[in-house]
C-alpha cells in the first residue's frame, strides 16, 4: 500500500469528484455530523456544473422517477442559496424572475398537460395568452410563431459552479476537507468493503466512498466490480450582452433555451451531442445551432454582442436514469451521477436524501429507481 497522506481516516467519508454534486453532499453529510474528504482532480466545479445554464426550472411530468427529488430539491432551492451564501460570502448569480415555456401548435397541448400537473402539486404555473406572453417579454418573435406560454413566476437560475464553491466552503467551515488538483486513480478494495483510495498524492484511507466523478465516474467500474455506465453529452453555450430588447426571464422553446444572467448577459443554450465523446469543445456547428435557436426565438438578440462561448460534459447514464445509491457487492461504497440536463435543479433534493441513506447506512426508498445495481 502507498504512503497514506495526510487527511484521511478509516472513519472518514470520501468523495470522489467536486462538481455540483460532490459539494452539496459535502454540505450535507458535514451537517449530519459526518467528517467528509472531497477530492477533486481539477479544481472544484470546472465542469458539467462549470458549464450549467443553471436553470432551476419547476418540476414537470417529463421528470417520471425524478419528479419526487425533483419537487424536494424545487422546494428547498431559495432557502439553500441563501442559507450558503450566507455562510459562504460567494455570490451565486441567483436571479429568480420566473421562467416561460412558448407553446407552438405542436406542443400546446403537452404544455397545457404541465400546467395542469403542477398546480397539482401546489406550485406557482399560469397560462399566458399570446398578448401576454409579448407584453411579459416583448423581445419574442411576434409573427404568430407563439399562441402563448406557460408561465411558472418562481423559477430561478444560477451559477452553478459558484453555488457549488459555495457549497464547498460551507462544508469547511463545518470541518470538512477539500484537494483540489486530486485525482482518484483507483479505488481499493478487500473483503467486500472499500478500505482507501489510490490518488495523485499516494493511498488514503476511508471508511465510506462517494463516487461523484459525473461523465467519469464509470472510470470505477472495474475496481468496483460493478458497472457504472456513465457517458458524457456535450452541451455548448454563449452569451450575449447589449440585447436590443430585454429579456425579462428564462425563455424556453425551439429546444433550447435564453437565461437573463445577473450581471445583464443572457446565456443562450444549449446543444445535445451524444457522439462528442470528452471533448469538451465549441464547434462552428455548435455555435451555428444556437444562433438558429435565436433566430427562432429572440431575433433581435442576434444583433446583441457575442461575449463568450463555452462547452460541458453533463453526465448522462446508458439508460438516461440517475445512478444513486450503494453498489451492490460493496457495503461502504455509493455512486451520484447520471443527473444529465437536470443536475442544478436536482443536487439540493439528491444530496439530501443520499446523505441521510449513507448516514444510516439504509438506502431510502426513494432511491430505489436509480439502484446502480441495475446494470449488474
Ligand atoms: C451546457 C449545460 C447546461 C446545463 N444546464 C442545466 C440547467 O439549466 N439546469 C439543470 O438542472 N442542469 C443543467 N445542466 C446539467 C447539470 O449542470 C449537470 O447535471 C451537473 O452539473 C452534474 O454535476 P456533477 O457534479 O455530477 O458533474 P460535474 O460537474 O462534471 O463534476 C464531476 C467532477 O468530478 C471530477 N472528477 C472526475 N474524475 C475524477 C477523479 N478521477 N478524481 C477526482 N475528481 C474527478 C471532475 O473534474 C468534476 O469536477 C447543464 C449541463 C450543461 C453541460
Given at each position: ?209 462517494v ?114 445509491g450503494k ?6 461504497v455509493w455512486v451520484c ?21 449513507i ?18
Amino acid at each position: 500500500m502507498a504512503d497514506r497522506v495526510e487527511g484521511g481516516s478509516p472513519a472518514e467519508i470520501v468523495i470522489v469528484g467536486g462538481g455540483i454534486m460532490g459539494c452539496a453532499l459535502a454540505y450535507d453529510l458535514t451537517a449530519r455530523g459526518a467528517e467528509v474528504l472531497l477530492l477533486e482532480r481539477r479544481e472544484l466545479a470546472r465542469e458539467a456544473s462549470w458549464a450549467s445554464a443553471g436553470i432551476i426550472s419547476p418540476p414537470s411530468p417529463k421528470y417520471g422517477a425524478k419528479a419526487e427529488l425533483a419537487l424536494r430539491s424545487y422546494a428547498r432551492y431559495r432557502g439553500l442559496v441563501q442559507e450558503i451564501e450566507d455562510a459562504s460570502g460567494i455570490a451565486t448569480g441567483w436571479t429568480s424572475r420566473g421562467i416561460v415555456n412558448v407553446a407552438t401548435s405542436e406542443n400546446e397541448d403537452a404544455l397545457r398537460e404541465t400546467l395542469r400537473w403542477q398546480q397539482a402539486h401546489g406550485l406557482n404555473a399560469a397560462w399566458l395568452d399570446a398578448a401576454a406572453l409579448h407584453e411579459h417579454e416583448p423581445a419574442l418573435r411576434a409573427d404568430g410563431t407563439f399562441s402563448g406560454g406557460l408561465f411558472n413566476a418562481d423559477a430561478a437560475s444560477l451559477l452553478l459552479g459558484e453555488f457549488a464553491r459555495g457549497l464547498a466552503r460551507a462544508a469547511c467551515r463545518r470541518g470538512a476537507t477539500v484537494r483540489e488538483q486530486c485525482a482518484v486513480f483507483d479505488i481499493e478494495t478487500s473483503g467486500g468493503r472499500a478500505t482507501g483510495v489510490r490518488t495523485v498524492d499516494g493511498t488514503i484511507a476511508a471508511g465510506t466512498v462517494v463516487i461523484a466523478a459525473g461523465a467519469w465516474s464509470r472510470q470505477f467500474s472495474d475496481d468496483l466490480g460493478s458497472r457504472i455506465p456513465t457517458r458524457p453529452v456535450r452541451g455548448q453555450m454563449l452569451a450575449v450582452a447589449n440585447a436590443p430588447l430585454p429579456i425579462n426571464g428564462v425563455i424556453q422553446g425551439s429546444g433550447g433555451y435564453l437565461v437573463p444572467r445577473a450581471d445583464g448577459t443572457v446565456a443562450v443554450g444549449a446543444t445535445e451531442e451524444h457522439d462528442a465523446g470528452f471533448v469538451a469543445e465549441v464547434t462552428p456547428a455548435g455555435i451555428s445551432w444556437l444562433v438558429d435557436l435565436i433566430d427562432r426565438l429572440t431575433p433581435s438578440l442576434k444583433d446583441g454582442r457575442l461575449v463568450a462561448t463555452w462547452a460541458g460534459l453533463r453526465p448522462a447514464s446508458d439508460d438516461d436514469e440517475l445512478i444513486l445509491g450503494k453498489v451492490p457487492q460493496l457495503d461502504n461504497v455509493w455512486v451520484c451521477s447520471g443527473h444529465f440536463r437536470s443536475g442544478a435543479l436536482l443536487a439540493p433534493g439528491t444530496s439530501e436524501v443520499l446523505a441521510e441513506s449513507i448516514m444510516s447506512g439504509n438506502v431510502d426508498t426513494s432511491l430505489a429507481p436509480f439502484d446502480p445495481g441495475r446494470f449488474a
